[in-house]
């Protein structure tokens, strides 16, 4: 494993999980690691995409870090591979609550 460790900072397949963000109930959008801050805006964007893979990457992060099953991005991110697997629509709603959520730490951000 290349990723260095510390007591506070576990990898799995080189995603970081942050053990003192886990236990925080709030966070902003400067604390979500580049690579998934870039895979969670992908999931708004016109391209969203397409590699089942990938979303679950972003949807583990958000599931440990947020609020579990009932993040918004999470919800958004598992709906967005059921929809990549099956070819079922999607239920739009999810999207419209995660880009709000989303928007909310970009607040949180420029607020501190």
């Not at 494993?1 to 963000?21: A, C, F, K, N, R």
């Not at 440990?64 to 629509?89: K, N, Q």
């Amino acid at each position: 494993m290349s990723h260095q460790q510390t007591e506070s900072d576990v990898s799995i397949d080189e995603i970081p999980v942050d053990l003192e963000l886990v236990h925080r109930s709030e966070f902003t959008r400067a604390d979500v690691p580049d690579e998934i801050e870039s895979i969670t805006w992908a999931l708004l964007s016109e391209q969203p995409p397409m590699n089942p893979l990938v979303v679950l990457k972003a949807a583990r992060w958000w599931y440990i870090h947020g609020a579990g099953e009932s993040d918004p991005v999470y919800c958004w991110a598992i709906e967005w591979v059921r929809h990549l697997t099956t070819g079922e629509a999607t239920a739009s709603g999810l999207f419209g609550e995660c880009r709000q959520y989303l928007r909310s730490l970009e607040r949180e951000d420029t607020d501190q």
